[in-house]
């Protein structure tokens, strides 16, 4: 019957050969990431509505059950990504980056939309991330979204803090005898406190909404795009004191439409016949993320479930960083990744 036939070609079904081919052209070209991104989604959707069907319900009536069961999730991060953008643009304005004085600041869209990216203060070019906490990584951010505890997620700064301790400190320097950091001369720069007060508001709002949530009303989180909302609240009750610059949303709607046509794609895999998930399916995840975007394959593991999910945010996140042309490649802002090719180079020319 239409809508109810699998191919499986080499038997793999051919809705994961569709999304992989999608994150190779993704890495390929990454020039143009929207518009891939948006002829992988339609590929996909083209084979599941008048092929395979949406987990036996077929055509669009299926496609419309299978939203129903997303619409919170994909609502909820579009509003956070959107929202950190106007964040991120609120606390560089406020001015505190420029008094840390970290001359090779440069904000990272994607890490701003998780919370981190804000936070430009850093001691080298190389991009911080932060398993395990919506500060620090969109992935993590994907995984709040989805329902799971924070304190679930702690464990993960077990294995971040390992890592930052054996890999960031001889990367930070070594970058240092490549590029060493210059201070202002002679500049004062004032800080905008109301503006960097906006921005705890801000993050308070998102980190708040969710562990309440998770305390009194767990099923809010798979009724409303609660997070996403407050923050937007946040946003709009703060625009009284200090105007937010909108015009970062065009760049900010363009990056959103292309991690969200990449989770929506990533829905839509039939996960049943993915291995099964382990610590070594988990760390296998890691490693793909330094080549593919690791946002797509969190939501992969989301819809799969059974993860250890502290296992995952470290991997994940972790595997992100390892590559420049990994997880950076969602980036609108493409500044990051060639300043991590830099710090690649630099790392290769001192010997390391």
Same mark, same amino acid.
């Given at each position: 019957?239409?809508?109810?036939?699998?191919? #499986?070609?080499?038997?793999?079904?051919?809705?994961?050969?569709?999304?992989?081919?999608?994150?190779?052209?993704?890495?390929?070209?990454?020039? !143009?990431?929207?518009?891939?991104?948006?002829?992988? +989604?339609?590929?996909?959707? @083209?084979?599941?509505?008048?092929?395979?069907?949406?987990?036996?319900?077929?055509?669009?009536?299926?496609?419309?059950?299978?939203?129903?069961?997303?619409?919170?999730?994909?609502?909820?991060?579009?509003?956070?990504?959107?929202?950190?953008?106007?964040?991120?643009?609120?606390?560089?304005?406020?001015?505190?980056?420029?008094?840390? !004085?970290?001359?090779? !600041?440069?904000?990272?869209?994607?890490?701003?939309?998780?919370?981190?990216?804000?936070?430009?203060?850093?001691?080298?070019?190389?991009?911080?991330?932060?398993?395990?906490?919506?500060?620090?990584?969109?992935?993590?951010?994907?995984?709040?979204?989805?329902?799971?505890?924070?304190?679930?997620?702690?464990? &993960?700064?077990?294995?971040? @803090?390992?890592?930052?301790?054996?890999?960031? $400190?001889?990367?930070?320097?070594?970058?240092?005898?490549?590029?060493? =950091?210059?201070?202002?001369?002679?500049?004062?720069?004032?800080?905008?406190?109301? *503006?960097?007060?906006?921005?705890?508001?801000?993050?308070?709002?998102?980190?708040?909404?969710?562990?309440?949530?998770? $305390?009194?009303?767990?099923?809010?989180?798979?009724? @409303?795009?609660?997070?996403?909302? &407050?923050?937007?609240?946040? =946003?709009?009750?703060?625009?009284?004191? *200090?105007?937010?610059?909108?015009?970062?949303?065009?760049?900010?709607? *363009?990056?959103? &439409?292309?991690?969200?046509?990449?989770?929506?794609? &990533?829905?839509?895999?039939?996960?049943? #016949?993915?291995?099964?998930?382990?610590?070594?399916?988990?760390?296998?995840?890691?490693?793909?993320?330094?080549?593919?975007?690791?946002?797509?394959?969190?939501?992969?593991?989301?819809?799969?479930?059974?993860?250890?999910?502290? +296992?995952?945010?470290?991997?994940?996140?972790?595997?992100?960083?390892? +590559?420049?042309?990994?997880?950076?490649?969602? #980036?609108?802002?493409?500044?990051?990744? !060639?300043?991590? #090719?830099?710090?690649?180079?630099?790392?290769?020319?001192?010997?390391?």
């Amino acid at each position: 019957m239409l809508g109810e036939t699998r191919l #499986s070609p080499f038997g793999v079904p051919l809705e994961f050969i569709l999304f992989a081919a999608t994150l190779l052209a993704v890495a390929l070209f990454h020039r !143009r990431t929207l518009t891939v991104a948006l002829v992988g +989604l339609v590929s996909i959707l @083209i084979y599941k509505l008048f092929v395979a069907g949406f987990d036996g319900a077929p055509g669009f009536a299926g496609f419309s059950h299978h939203l129903e069961h997303h619409w919170v999730e994909l609502a909820n991060l579009g509003l956070l990504l959107l929202g950190f953008a106007i964040l991120s643009r609120q606390f560089e304005q406020s001015g505190l980056p420029e008094r840390a !004085r970290h001359p090779s !600041r440069q904000l990272d869209w994607r890490s701003g939309a998780s919370g981190a990216g804000v936070c430009s203060l850093r001691l080298s070019r190389q991009h911080r991330r932060g398993a395990g906490s919506v500060v620090g990584d969109t992935t993590t951010t994907m995984m709040w979204i989805a329902g799971k505890s924070p304190l679930e997620l702690l464990p &993960a700064y077990v294995g971040a @803090i390992a890592a930052f301790a054996v890999f960031a $400190l001889p990367a930070a320097h070594v970058q240092h005898r490549f590029a060493p =950091i210059q201070k202002h001369a002679g500049v004062r720069v004032v800080v905008d406190w109301v *503006r960097v007060a906006i921005v705890a508001v801000m993050l308070v709002s998102v980190v708040g909404s969710n562990v309440a949530a998770n $305390l009194l009303a767990p099923e809010l989180l798979h009724a @409303i795009p609660l997070i996403g909302l &407050a923050l937007w609240l946040a =946003i709009l009750a703060t625009a009284l004191f *200090r105007a937010p610059d909108w015009k970062v949303m065009p760049e900010a709607i *363009r990056g959103a &439409a292309f991690l969200l046509a990449l989770v929506l794609a &990533a829905s839509l895999m039939p996960v049943k #016949s993915l291995p099964a998930p382990t610590w070594m399916t988990t760390l296998g995840l890691g490693a793909i993320s330094s080549v593919f975007d690791n946002i797509p394959l969190t939501a992969l593991a989301l819809q799969q479930g059974g993860y250890d999910w502290a +296992l995952l945010a470290y991997a994940v996140g972790f595997g992100g960083s390892m +590559l420049w042309f990994g997880a950076r490649l969602a #980036s609108p802002w493409r500044t990051c990744s !060639r300043r991590r #090719s830099l710090l690649l180079t630099g790392y290769a020319q001192h010997g390391g």
